[in-house]
């Protein structure tokens, strides 16, 4: 049985205004976020990757309209958020929560832990107030904080525990959905690996739904159904973990999974050393927007924007915007003017 849409972002665009000149009127604007179009299924976890200032933290944020998105619909649940009032928008907050990267800077600091906890349930009003003390205790326990530590104060516990309370703040007003905005990498390797094997018991212990933003690929395959690829406000691949981790088909896609490092010294791999830097936001590439590095580019590349399409040789749940898929798979078009580095253990 197919589980249920929770959420689907349509056409999600996210334009900043540059100002300029002596009145400050918006000369340009930074495309941060250009016309993407994904869904999410109850229960499920849905990551997206990519490069430092692809859009990836800026999509979460519009979808929570933390950001007001520019352009777009995000339906959840099948209400069309993007057309409610602020006011309308309160009463949907408590099933959509964030965990943030900083788990210091995203808390009071001059709050106890339990006023933390007690604010959010106070705020969304989801547990009864005589209720709350005890709710505070349960959440605590659930994230592996400790009864005692209730009225301590967030520079009193180290960055795993301050998440863990950004986790229970989460969790505090019930939602059905959390997005987790690098929500492991500012943790220590050993401590990432505990929040995340604590995230995967809450979701199963709740039915929790995960959109999961990260640059770490090794984070991303312990977690993910499925994974989102995005590369300068553009989603380039789509698809089930195993299609984009075992069988990637889009050639950036190819280049991130080759930075991977194997902890295995007899194992030979090679690093796709793209050229060149990522081009700016506020005057992207006219056709695909990765055509300035891509090995294979051709010149239809450079004038035509390729669809985020399933391709003849692909699974069906498995897309990526890229022209020529089957003749790289193929073997049909060779790549030109790059590197294939060895990674020597």
Do not use: W
Not at 26 to 50: L, P, R
Not at 61 to 89: C, H, W, Y
Not at 203 to 227: A, C, K, M, P
Not at 268 to 288: E, M, N, Q, R, Y
């Amino acid at each position: 049985m197919a589980k249920k849409e929770l959420l689907k972002v349509e056409g999600l665009k996210q334009y900043f205004p540059i100002k300029g000149g002596l009145l400050g009127r918006t000369v340009n604007h930074v495309k941060a976020v250009d016309d993407i179009t994904f869904t999410i299924h109850e229960g499920e976890t849905v990551s997206i990757v990519g490069e430092s200032g692809c859009g990836k933290s800026t999509t979460g944020r519009a979808i929570l309209r933390l950001e007001e998105p520019t352009e777009g619909k995000v339906s959840f649940n099948d209400v069309d958020l993007t057309s409610l009032s602020l006011r309308q928008m309160r009463k949907h907050r408590k099933d959509l929560q964030i965990i943030f990267q900083d788990p210091y800077a995203s808390i009071n600091p001059r709050q106890t832990v339990s006023d933390i906890l007690n604010e959010a349930m106070t705020i969304q009003n989801s547990v009864p107030p005589k209720k709350r003390r005890k709710r505070i205790i349960e959440l605590l326990e659930t994230v592996g904080l400790n009864e005692y530590q209730a009225d301590r104060y967030p520079h009193e516990f180290s960055g795993g525990q301050r998440q863990r309370i950004g986790i229970a703040r989460a969790l505090a007003v019930n939602p059905k959905l959390i997005i987790c905005d690098e929500a492991v990498s500012a943790l220590d390797v050993s401590i990432q690996a505990q929040v995340l094997n604590l995230l995967e018991e809450l979701q199963e212990e709740y039915n929790l739904t995960y959109l999961f933003i990260s640059h770490d690929l090794g984070v991303v395959r312990h977690i993910s159904d499925r994974v989102i690829v995005m590369y300068l406000g553009k989603i380039v691949e789509i698809g089930e973990k195993e299609e984009i981790f075992e069988k990637p088909k889009h050639p950036y896609t190819k280049a991130l999974l080759s930075a991977i490092p194997v902890p295995d010294p007899t194992h030979k791999k090679t690093h796709i050393a793209l050229k060149g830097d990522v081009p700016s936001p506020i005057d992207p590439p006219a056709g695909c927007r990765f055509h300035t590095r891509c090995p294979f580019a051709q010149d239809k590349c450079k004038q035509e924007e390729p669809l985020l399409k399933t391709h003849r040789i692909m699974d069906e749940t498995h897309q990526a915007a890229c022209h020529f898929v089957e003749e790289i798979e193929n073997g049909e078009l060779l790549p030109r003017d790059y590197e294939i580095k060895p990674i020597l253990n």
